[in-house]
């Protein structure tokens, strides 16, 4: 057994105040009621020397599992999420690795998964993007830590669609499309598809939240379809769209 890690609040101060570390007054006013646990400080502070990032801002969003910070590499504005090392419970993601070919041969152990988790999202940030889906570009991991491009304007980060304001019958389409391409082109399945994780910028949706995709030979992978095919098209249909979710279904899995 790997002892816990505990929650250890000094160790954000101590970075905050080191003349090393570089980020702006929102960061410092804003992260104090957040904890981090002293690895995931240690990680952050290896991550910002190794891809020399300006700066880390703001938290743009803070959940249970994760929070997402936005920072900026060469003049960039970037999304830096980091995985809570206390709160991601193994038992719940394993379903999502176990049975994914890319994870086959490796021995995860339990000190260890969450990083496992980031470059999963890694990875299908990545596939995705070669398939054409519009969704954050990935730029580097690093233990719990994921850097990808950021949604959104310099003032704001791109709403989730269930709080923008659109043609609902093109969003549909334009998502059962994304959800067709991340089938047959890219060969994963998000897995935790909803108005929660789709980001609506510029009149385009992007897909986002990927670490728990499966590739399309997982076991449960079409099981993992039916469920996003549903919370989609409930949430369509609540605006309005005529859809099905066995006309979703033929139409992601079709030739
Ligand atoms: N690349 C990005 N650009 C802009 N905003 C982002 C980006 N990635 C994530 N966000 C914002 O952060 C929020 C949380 O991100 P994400 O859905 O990936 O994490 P999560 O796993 O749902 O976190 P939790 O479940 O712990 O809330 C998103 O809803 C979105 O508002
Ligand atoms: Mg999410």
Known sequence: MTKPVANDPSALTRLLNSDEFKFTENFGRK?????FDSR?????YEFLVKYKIDYVDYPISSGKESVVFKAQLKGRPIALKIYKMSTLKFQNIRIYIDGDYRFAKERISRSKFVYVWARKEFSNLQSLTEAGVRCPVPIAFHKNLLAMSFIGTKQRAAPQIKDAVFDASAVYREVSEMMRNTYQKAGIVHADLSEYNILYYRKRSYFIDVAQGVTVQHPSADIFLKRDISNI?????????DCSTEDLYRYIKED
């Open 40 to 44: 995931t400080i240690k990680a952050l």
């Open 31 to 35: 992260t104090q009621s957040l904890v």
């Open 233 to 241: 098209t409930q949430f369509f249909i609540k605006k309005g769209v």
